[in-house]
C-alpha cells in the first residue's frame, strides 16, 4: 500500500494543463464524492459497490458502451426538456412582447362614441412589400386610418417607407390628436388598481441629422417606464434616460436600431455622438434593438425606426403641455379589460365629461384592435360590446395555439427520447444479463469463499446502479452540450434547468435500477455448485 | 476466529451421511450412504476414489456448499447439517478454504485481489489497507509476494494454484479442502503444491482435506480413506 502511494507520487510529472488538469480534477472530485458514499454505506453495501466498481473496471469497454447507451437516452430526454421549457418560456416573453396586456390611451376621440367605432375610409394603397416582418404586430396597430394633412404626407418629402399615416393610421400613430391628456392624467392613471406602468407619450415625426446622413423618423417623447412597456425592447449599446434626465429635460437620444442603422450604419455603438433635431443637439445614449422575432424592427414600424427622449424635453423645445398618448400596461393580461374601463371612468371624470358627451380621447387595447379589424362597422360594433369575453378568448387562444405547436414539439421530442432510454434500459439489463451468464463461475467462487446472495445480487444491482448514475451524469453533460448546439445552430430557444438535470439523472438512476433487479435476482439465485462446475 | 482455540472436539465428525439426488419419480442416485467420518484438528487427510464413488459430494457437503439428505455433520464441534444458505455462507467464509483443480481465479484480477476476495465477505468486513496487508501475508506464505500485481494469464500453472491456495488462507481458516489440486498441473508442479499444503499442515497446524483420484497424490496425506458407492471401503495411515 505505502510502497504504491509511493510509486503513484505525481512529483516528478509536470503539472498537468487544461483537459488533463481538468480531468485530474473531475476523478478526484469522483473519488471524494465516492469516498464520503462509501463512509455512509453498510459494510454489506460498501462490499457491493466496490465489488461492483472493481469488476466494471475490469471489463472497460463492455461499461463504456453500456453507459454510452444510456447517455444519450439521458441527453435527449435533458435536451428534450430544456428545449420544451425554453420554448415555453419563449411563448410567455413573445406573448408579452406583442403587448397583449398593453392599452393605449390616445387624446381626441377619432371615433365617435356609438357610431362609426371604427373608421370608415378606405385604407390608401399600401406600399409594395407583401408581408414585411412585423406583420403581425402592426395587423394588431392598424386602425382604419382618417386622411387627414400631415408633414410626413408632404409630397416635397421623399420617403423610401410607408408613412406613419399608411401604416398606421393617423390616430394609433398620434396625429390628429386634441391637446386633452395631461401629464397629471398619466400620473393618476398610474395610481390605479391593476395598472403597471403608464408612460406619458408625446409623439412627433422629425427629421433627423447626423453628419451628413438624415432620417425622417418618429420622435418619440416618452417616459422612463416605456422601457418596462415594450417587453421587445433590449438595449444593445448604452443605457435609457434616467429620472433625472426626464426631470431636467435634457436633449439625450435613444435610438431605435433601424434609426441607427440610418443615422450611423448597422452595427455601430453611436453613443456619444451626437443627432441634431429641430436644430437642436442631442446626445446619443443608448440604442434599442427588438428581441421579439415577430417584430424585429423594420423602416417604419415606429418601435425600431424611431427616436426616444423624454417627454420633458419634447415640451420644453415645443413649448407645449399636452400629451398625444399614455401607454399603460395591466398587470396581469386577463384584466386588460377591467383595466380599460377604468381608465375610461377615470379620464371622462377628470375631464368632467357628463353622461351625454362623447370621451375626448380614446382608449384602446390591442385585443380590440385585433377583433375589429376589417369588419363591417356593424358587425365591429356588435363585436366591441362583446370585447371582454372575445379578448379573453383571443388571449387564449393565441397563447393556446403557440403552445400546441411547441408541446406538439416536445411531445414528439420526448417520445424519442423515451425511446432511447427505452433502448437505454434495455441495454443495461441485457449486458447485466449477459453478464451474469458469463461470470457464473465467478459467482460460484464469490459464493464458496462465502458470498451471501444479498452479496452476490448486491454486486450486480449496484453495477447496474453504478451504470445508471455514470450514464445520467454523462447524459447530463451531453445533454447541456446538445441543448446549447441546438440554441446555437437552430436558433431555438433552451432554458437548461437544475430541475431538467436533476430529472435526466434520476431518470437513469432509476433505469439502472430496474435494469439491475433481474440480473441481480438471477445472479442470486445461482447454486454455488452448480456455479463453480458450468464452464 | 469466533470460536475458543480447544482441542475437545475433531475438526471434523460426520455420522451417517446419505445424499440422494432425485433425478425423475423413479431415478434416484444415492451419492452417498451412510458415510460416517471423523477427522481430528491438524489432521492431512486424502479421500480416494473412482469416479462416481461419490468424493464430490462428500468435498460438498463438507464444504458446507450442500447439505446431506440424512446424518448429522459437525464442522468444528458445531452442527452444520440443517443451516441456512446464509449461514453456511458464514462457515465457509470464516472455517474453510478452498482450492480447486480448475483454481477459478477471477481472470480480470489481479493476484492480490484475488487473495483479497474471502475478506470482502467476512463478519468483520476489513477495510482496503487491512486486506491488502493480509493478502500480501497469505501471497508471501506461498512464496509469490512478487507477483502480487500479476493477472492470472501472466502466470503458470503452479503459480495460479499457489495464488488459490493463497486466497484459501486468506480468512486464516482451519480447514482446507482441496479437490484434485494437481489434476491441471504437471508431475513435479504438482508436486510443489502438495509439499505447500504439507508444510502448511505442518507449521500452521491447519486441517487438510484432499480428494483425489492419484494414489501417488494421495500418499502426501498422513491418512488416506478410499470411497466406493458412497462408502467408505478403507481408512488407513500413510506410513
Redesign the interface.
Known sequence: ?TENAGARQPDRRPAPRGIPAARDALFAAVAGLWARLMAELS??R??AA??AL?SLR??PLRTGLTLLGLAFGVAALMATISLGRGAQTAIGQQVRAAGLNVIEISAGNYRTRGERPIGGVEAPARHGRVVPPGVLERLWQRVEPVALAHPENDPMEKHDHPTAAERLGDSAAGLGAAATLTRDDAEAIARLDGVAHAASGVHESVRAFAGDRRWFTRLHGTDIDLVEIRRSFSLRHGRFFSARELRRASQVAVLGSVARDRLFGPEVDPVGETITIWNQPFEVIGVVVSTNWMNPGAPGDDEFDAIYTPFTTVHRLLNVTNLNSITVTAASSGEVTQVADRITELLRERHGIGDAQADDFTVSTQASAVLSKGLHPKVAETLAGNIPNLERTTLRQLAATLERSSRTMSALLLSIALVSLLVGAIGISNVMLLSVRERI??I????????????VGGQFLAESVLVGAAGGLLGVVLGTIAAFVIEGSFGLAVDISFAAALIAFLVALLTGIIAGVSPARRAARFD??VA?GSE | MTHAPTNSHPAIEARELTKTYVLSEDHRVEALRGLSIQVGLGEFLSVLGPSGSGKSTLM?IL?C??QPTAGEYRLMGRDVSRLR??ER??I???EIG?V?QSF?L?A??SAL?NVE??M???AK?PG??ER??QAADALDAVGLSDRATHAPSQLSGGQQQRVAIA?ALA?RPRLLLADEPTGNLDTSTGREILETFARLNEERGLTVIMITHDRQVARYAHRSVELRDGKIVHDSANS
Open positions: 500500500m459494510a454489506e460498501r462490499t466496490e465489488t472493481q475490469r471489463y463461475r465467478e460460484g467462487l464469490r459464493m464458496a469463499v462465502g458470498a451471501k446472495t444479498t452479496d454455488p455448485i463453480l | 460438498h464444504g456448499l450442500d444458505d446464509d455462507a458464514r465457509r467464509n470464516e478452498f480447486f477459478h477471477l480480470r484480477a485481489e476476495l474471502p470482502l465477505y467476512g468486513r482496503r489497507a491488502r496487508e486466497r480468512n
